[in-house]
């Protein structure tokens, strides 16, 4: 299948180890039957007097063993695969061989997209992905992949669109955000109208578009004025705290009580930086550091989680699209989070690479465990279009 990449992205790998550190890292079959015969892996586990492997009692899928510290079992010391030292590069995980890439199939191709979480992408040093082709090519017959088809991508529930469609509704969202006065006023904007399409087409009983279709309709929703209701902003912020207080907490309770406190100007006992943040003096901060700098980073994040097809699903778009402006909202609040909590002056750029990783990791990563959440917000758009006499 023929690769797609977006331009001006680059990546080389700086050995930190990042990658493996914190996450279940999931083993392929054929990898760990290939590394079960291989008498490397006995004198290992030998070695470090442990188990290697953990298998799932519900599925049955295996990953490695995490130390206390979240580091790999195979990452030594020295930030090195032990697998890549004894065995080479192709012995290791599908997962570890193809990280930073995300790859995306659709009817134009593959669509090859970057983690955020790797220092390197985040930082956009290194060479031009394209250069990278030849293996990804290799990998791409083992990848079991979550296409995107050629008919039946969501737009809601009950709407569905053609690929052909698909692409004109992510085109015309591109454009809104062209058009808005800054980037959250552009996807305020492109979520109002989407939701505007959504309205009509349920009004009109229509239960798929085509791009002949949605042609016409989208040119005469983009020309509709929109007045500014600062409730749509609130709905925003308010989902955005909520979704804060997930990602800080470790369970439903701590949850509820952290988006209490960020609602309410409490303290945040954050589960990421490792403190209690008083949360009382974070907004007035927010407010007195515009930091105009920050747009060319937090739009080179946007765009680059629409090109690798955020929006496509599995979910329906207008899901993902609530989620889209979630996600520069997060990237907002934890850059200027990341640096409040250091008592900094101001947010500069290692606080966009944090607020990069922890987006990319914690929310990009996991949205279709926050369906209902996102559907709750897009609803809450339409009912507020609604009141409006936005249709």
């Given at each position: 299948?023929?690769?797609?990449?977006?331009?001006?992205?680059?990546?080389?790998?700086?050995?930190?180890?990042?990658?493996?550190?914190?996450?279940?890292?999931?083993?392929?079959?054929?990898?760990?039957?290939?590394?079960?015969?291989?008498?490397?892996?006995?004198?290992?586990?030998?070695?470090?007097?442990?188990?290697?492997?953990?298998?799932?009692?519900?599925?049955?899928?295996?990953?490695?063993?995490?130390?206390?510290?979240?580091?790999?079992?195979?990452?030594?010391?020295?930030?090195?695969?032990?697998?890549?030292?004894?065995?080479?590069?192709?012995?290791?995980?599908?997962?570890?061989?193809?990280?930073?890439?995300?790859?995306?199939?659709?009817?134009?191709?593959?669509?090859?997209?970057?983690?955020?979480?790797?220092?390197?992408?985040?930082?956009?040093?290194?060479?031009?992905?394209?250069?990278?082709?030849?293996?990804?090519?290799?990998?791409?017959?083992?990848?079991?992949?979550?296409?995107?088809?050629?008919?039946?991508?969501?737009?809601?529930?009950?709407?569905?669109?053609?690929?052909?469609?698909?692409?004109?509704?992510?085109?015309?969202?591109?454009?809104?955000?062209?058009?808005?006065?800054?980037?959250?006023?552009?996807?305020?904007?492109?979520?109002?109208?989407?939701?505007?399409?959504?309205?009509?087409?349920?009004?009109?009983?229509?239960?798929?578009?085509?791009?002949?279709?949605?042609?016409?309709?989208?040119?005469?929703?983009?020309?509709?004025?929109?007045?500014?209701?600062?409730?749509?902003?609130e709905l925003s912020s308010f989902f955005?705290?909520?979704?804060?207080?997930?990602?800080?907490?470790?369970?439903?309770?701590?949850?509820?009580?952290?988006?209490?406190?960020?609602?309410?100007?409490?303290?945040?006992?954050?589960?990421?930086?490792?403190?209690?943040?008083?949360?009382?003096?974070?907004?007035?901060?927010?407010?007195?550091?515009?930091?105009?700098?920050?747009?060319?980073?937090?739009?080179?994040?946007?765009?680059?989680?629409?090109?690798?097809?955020?929006?496509?699903?599995?979910?329906?778009?207008?899901?993902?699209?609530?989620?889209?402006?979630?996600?520069?909202?997060?990237?907002?609040?934890?850059?200027?989070?990341?640096?409040?909590?250091?008592?900094?002056?101001?947010?500069?750029?290692?606080?966009?690479?944090?607020?990069?990783?922890?987006?990319?990791?914690?929310?990009?990563?996991h949205t279709r465990t926050m369906v209902?959440?996102?559907?709750?917000?897009?609803?809450?758009?339409?009912?507020?279009?609604?009141?409006?006499?936005?249709?």
């Amino acid at each position: 299948m023929k690769l797609l990449f977006p331009r001006g992205y680059f990546y080389r790998c700086r050995g930190c180890g990042r990658c493996c550190r914190d996450w279940n890292i999931h083993v392929d079959e054929a990898t760990y039957q290939a590394l079960g015969a291989a008498p490397f892996i006995g004198r290992l586990k030998e070695g470090k007097g442990c188990d290697l492997f953990r298998v799932s009692e519900e599925d049955g899928s295996v990953s490695t063993v995490r130390r206390d510290d979240g580091r790999c079992i195979f990452l030594d010391d020295k930030a090195l695969c032990d697998i890549h030292g004894e065995l080479g590069y192709g012995a290791k995980p599908l997962v570890c061989r193809q990280f930073p890439f995300k790859l995306k199939p659709t009817p134009d191709g593959v669509f090859v997209g970057v983690s955020f979480y790797c220092e390197s992408c985040q930082r956009n040093v290194g060479d031009p992905l394209e250069s990278y082709s030849g293996g990804l090519e290799g990998i791409l017959g083992e990848h079991r992949f979550s296409a995107v088809n050629d008919e039946n991508i969501l737009l809601d529930q009950c709407i569905s669109l053609d690929w052909e469609g698909y692409r004109a509704l992510e085109s015309f969202v591109m454009e809104r955000l062209d058009a808005g006065a800054s980037l959250e006023g552009g996807l305020i904007d492109a979520l109002s109208r989407v939701c505007l399409l959504v309205m009509e087409c349920r009004k009109e009983g229509i239960t798929g578009l085509s791009a002949d279709l949605l042609a016409g309709r989208l040119e005469r929703i983009a020309a509709q004025p929109l007045a500014h209701d600062p409730m749509l902003e609130e709905l925003s912020s308010f989902f955005t705290m909520a979704v804060v207080g997930v990602l800080e907490s470790s369970s439903p309770e701590e949850a509820r009580a952290n988006t209490d406190a960020l609602l309410q100007g409490g303290t945040l006992k954050s589960g990421l930086f490792e403190k209690e943040i008083a949360m009382a003096g974070f907004f007035p901060y927010y407010r007195a550091h515009p930091s105009p700098w920050k747009h060319d980073f937090t739009r080179r994040y946007v765009d680059h989680l629409v090109f690798r097809k955020f929006l496509a699903g599995p979910e329906p778009v207008i899901c993902n699209l609530a989620a889209l402006l979630v996600a520069y909202s997060l990237l907002e609040f934890y850059l200027y989070l990341s640096a409040y909590q250091e008592g900094k002056v101001s947010p500069g750029e290692e606080d966009m690479f944090i607020a990069y990783g922890i987006v990319e990791k914690g929310f990009a990563a996991h949205t279709r465990t926050m369906v209902p959440f996102f559907r709750a917000f897009a609803d809450g758009f339409i009912d507020q279009l609604a009141a409006a006499g936005g249709a």
